[in-house]
């Protein structure tokens, strides 16, 4: 415990240190704040965001930390069937609600676009898509993994039979449509005409995503937590009714660990590209 | 509105009449297309071979009859229609128009269905509604995923990339609503309740066009 104690100690020093050398103060000579950001507060919120010392990366690690090391060595209920895996629930649960939130970000910021055209919308639309896209697979690996080995009771039942379900299909969707919005991004020379046509396609995708992962899961019947004949009849499954209160008590902090370390990831990805196009960008 | 909506339509189906090659293309697709089932199955398909194979097949049919409806539009042309009309009254009558295409086309899709490939349908009547109204559905995707397309520079096969996740769900839809036709018992209330929900997802389908198209056209 000391030793864990001190080893923070020493992680907050030197992160401060760095960050130190990162943020850029205000000078008396330098311009106060530029045109857009006066006439639009949230992007002056957005230069914070991107440059200052973050309370929330700081959670995110301590939450982190706490979910992998209480997840693994906190009691768990022990059930037929699924006995020590449900421990995967931290990571695979966490990794669904972290991809839709950061694809959520992702859809405000190309309705943002279209209204102002900055292209530092397009930016951010683009990065929190690719975030919530990788997330995504990797919720899409954790469920076949755990799938493995709890749905796959017959020795003659193969995974792909047993994949073919209506929830992972609604998962599997969204994961191609923002295939295709990659690819649709890929297809374009010119930049303006790129971040519009794929901000028109990226709200389209994501409004007829919903009734795939959030309608048509209710309906059906399904192998997985949730399914109407469970009495829940959600997406992926209720926390308030199907786990114990030691359970709940590592899985809220877990997904919000995972979703502040998918927006981290996000945001360091959006100043990488916004260095890098800093010609394209005068506002 | 109502009357240039009515000159845009008037304008395409003309232009369908005077092209006839386009139209008659699709239809040799079509049956073609129905030929090589009837060709690779030696037996008669079983019904829920048969009700698969007939939707994949409307898709493909949907990507090539919608597909050059905004292919065919030049730049000139555009810009011609950019002075006359508005955005939402250029998408309605492509809309308009793509639908009517569609329904046509899966009609005749399901009669050569019926002559090439035997009938295991129980209620024609009932799965004649179905299709055209998975018909509609479809033709509403692919009218705005053309839209989309016809900005990028590798628009034909961008179509179905973009497109076959989107349409995914209401094909599955489809599919599951098309097995009442079939005899399958549905619990009490789900038919209609399916029925409802691709009707939702239309109405959603043409509301987001008519949003978001006048985004696609400013060049």
């Not at chain 1, 301590?62 to 931290?90: C, E, M, W």
């Not at chain 1, 209710?218 to 997985?224: A, E, N, P, Q, Y």
Request: charged residues 10%.
């Amino acid at each position: 415990m000391y030793w864990l104690l001190q080893w923070l100690w020493c992680f907050f020093r030197i992160y401060g240190k760095i960050n130190k050398n990162i943020i850029i103060k205000p000078t008396k000579n330098s311009k106060p704040a530029t045109v857009n950001s006066k006439l639009y507060p949230i992007f002056a919120a957005q230069k914070n965001l991107l440059l200052k010392k973050n309370w929330w990366k700081i959670l995110s690690f301590v939450l982190l930390i706490y979910t992998v090391v209480a997840g693994f060595l906190i009691k768990v209920p022990d059930l037929p069937i699924i006995h020590q895996s449900i421990r995967n629930l931290y990571f695979h649960v966490c990794m669904w609600f972290a991809m839709m939130i950061l694809f959520i970000i992702s859809f405000v910021y190309s309705i943002l676009y279209l209204n102002n055209n900055l292209y530092r919308n397009d930016i951010y639309a683009r990065q929190f898509a690719a975030v919530g896209a990788f997330l995504g697979i990797l919720g899409y690996s954790t469920g076949a993994i755990w799938a493995n080995y709890t749905w796959l009771t017959d020795q003659n039942q193969s995974l792909g039979s047993v994949l073919k379900e209506p929830k992972l299909l609604g998962a599997a969707i969204a994961l191609l449509i923002y295939g295709a919005y990659f690819v649709l991004r890929g297809s374009f020379t010119d930049i303006d005409k790129r971040a519009r046509v794929s901000a028109v396609y990226n709200i389209f995708a994501f409004v007829m995503l919903f009734p795939s992962i959030w309608i048509i899961p209710r309906m059906v019947g399904s192998l997985h937590p949730g399914a109407p004949g469970s009495d829940t009849g959600n997406p992926a499954l209720n926390a308030q009714k199907d786990l114990d209160a030691v359970m709940r008590m590592v899985f809220y902090p877990a997904v919000i660990g995972w979703t502040l370390l998918g927006v981290w990831i996000a945001t360091l990805k959006v100043r990488i590209q916004l260095l890098q196009d800093k010609t394209l960008i005068n506002e | 509105m109502f009357k240039r909506i009515y000159a845009l339509l008037h304008k395409d189906v003309l232009l369908e009449f005077r092209q006839k090659h386009t139209f008659y293309g699709i239809v040799l697709y079509i049956a073609s297309t129905v030929f090589v089932i009837y060709l690779s199955f030696p037996d008669k398909p079983d019904g829920a071979t048969w009700n698969s194979l007939f939707w994949i097949i409307q898709l493909f049919i949907c990507v090539n009859a919608v597909a050059k409806s905004f292919l065919q539009e030049s730049r000139g042309r555009m810009l011609y229609f950019y002075s006359i009309a508005s955005p939402a009254e250029f998408i309605i009558s492509k809309i308009i128009y793509n639908v009517l295409l569609m329904v046509l086309m899966s009609s005749i899709s399901l009669i050569l269905f019926f002559f090439f490939l035997t009938n295991p349908v129980n209620n024609a009547l009932q799965f004649t509604g179905i299709v055209i109204l998975g018909g509609v559905s479809i033709s509403l995707v692919f009218t705005l995923m053309s839209a989309i397309a016809a900005k990028a520079q590798q628009n034909a096969a961008l179509i179905a990339i973009m497109g076959f996740p989107i349409i995914l769900p209401q094909l599955l839809m489809l599919m599951k609503l098309s097995k009442v036709a079939f005899a399958e018992v549905f619990r009490a209330g789900a038919v209609t309740q399916l029925s409802m929900l691709i009707v939702g997802l239309d109405v959603l389908v043409i509301a987001m066009a008519v949003v978001l198209f006048p985004y696609l056209w400013k060049d």
